[in-house]
């Protein structure tokens, strides 16, 4: 049964501040580049190029984009499996993140974790996990560590909506409310878990709720409107540098393929009628037509930036298919990474 992706309606969408329109067009940018990336991950994998599971993200662009973009460069992220989109937008290059896909030595993650574990810890970006709900402990731990040390820091916790029926979940935020730690749980409803309809899952449809048994801030967010995510995430970001309190984000939104490159679009458990209609959502062209009408960009610069990320695609593409494979000897080394203390 199709739903609406949209949030429970809040504050309405404000005017687009003309003094931001280079982090407007930055997030479009972006979310093109998630897309076409993933267009030719789907490619590749296609031509056996990518070998083990791979999921894709297209259609949860704005979801990324917007909340990322909300963060600073030393606050900690720990992703799912359907990460790709994650990394991109905090700024993996497409070439280290595709060569990972492909298994190769220059790949963020030496090209031994491949497309569910991504990992740049320079960039705070620790993983890409492939156990359903196994990092949000990680997550609280991330925030346990930050007020231990006592810095600004915030650590986001992305994870699909099938995670909060886990034990973890519940033990996880129960502590991070109890303990007041500084973490955003943000869940990506995109209403199914493989091939399992959230209502068919969960006794509580509004997954947001789920945080008013721990006393935790929690929102709705609609995740096809890149503008909307951003706010709603700067609201949980300040939530907790400021005030050391955590917050659940639900975030609705819809993937547009199937679960993982064996899935097909539709499957049993949706119809190509919804797909179809949720495509009418696509927070692309959400975000492409409102720069357009508000004008800050016209058609011609939406198509010469989409030009231009396919570039760097094709580039990452070529990269990654020319680029070695690890060698043997590598087998045993980054098992752990070790952050130097700021005392
Ligand atoms: C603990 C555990 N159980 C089962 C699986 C198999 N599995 C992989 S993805 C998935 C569905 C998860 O759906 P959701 O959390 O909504 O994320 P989405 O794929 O929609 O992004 C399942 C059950 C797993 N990886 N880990
Ligand atoms: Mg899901």
Redesign the pocket.
């Known amino acids: 049964m199709a739903e609406s992706t949209a949030a429970r309606p809040k504050a309405k969408p404000k005017g687009l501040d003309p003094a931001r329109a280079e982090q407007y067009r930055q997030w479009l940018r972006q979310m093109l580049l998630i897309r076409r990336f993933e267009e030719k991950a789907g490619e590749a994998y296609s031509l056996g190029k990518i070998g083990g599971f791979c999921?894709l993200y297209i259609g949860?662009e704005a979801v990324a984009v917007g909340s990322l973009g909300a963060l600073d460069p030393d606050d900690y992220i720990t992703c799912?499996?359907?990460e790709h989109g994650h990394a991109l937008a905090r700024g993996i290059s497409a070439r280290a993140v595709m060569a990972e896909l492909f298994g190769k030595a220059t790949g963020c993650s030496g090209g031994k974790g491949g497309s569910m574990h991504l990992f740049d810890a320079s960039l705070g970006f620790l993983g890409g996990h492939?156990?359903?709900?196994?990092h949000i402990p990680i997550a609280t731990g991330m925030a346990f560590a930050i007020k231990y040390r006592n810095t600004s820091q915030v650590a986001v916790c992305y994870?699909?909506?099938?995670?909060?029926n886990?034990g973890a979940f519940h033990e996880a935020l129960n502590m991070a409310a109890l303990w007041k730690l500084p973490v955003i749980y943000l869940c990506?409803?995109?209403?199914?878990?493989?091939g399992?309809a959230?209502e068919r899952a969960s006794a509580l449809y509004d997954i947001s709720e789920r945080a008013c048994s721990y006393d935790m801030a929690n929102e709705v967010v609609d995740g096809q409107e890149v503008l909307t995510m951003n706010a709603a995430m700067e609201r949980a970001v300040q939530r907790a540098r400021t005030e050391k309190l955590p917050t659940l984000l639900e975030v609705r939104t819809y993937?547009f393929m199937g679960?993982?490159m064996s899935d097909p679009i539709h499957g049993h458990y949706r119809t190509r009628e919804e797909v179809e209609d949720q495509r009418k959502r696509d927070p692309i062209a959400v975000w492409s037509q409102r720069l357009i009408a508000d004008g800050l960009m016209d058609e011609a610069a939406v198509r010469s930036m989409d030009k231009d990320v396919m570039e760097e695609v094709e580039d990452a593409y070529q990269y990654a298919d020319e680029s070695p494979e690890p060698e043997l000897d590598q087998l045993y080394t980054d098992v752990y990474a070790e952050e130097e203390r700021k005392e």
Do not use: P
Request: aromatic share 10%.
């Open positions: 999921h949860q799912s499996y359907r492939a156990i359903v709900g196994a994870f699909g909506e099938a995670a909060v886990n990506e409803n995109n209403r199914y878990g493989m399992t959230l993937r679960h993982s």
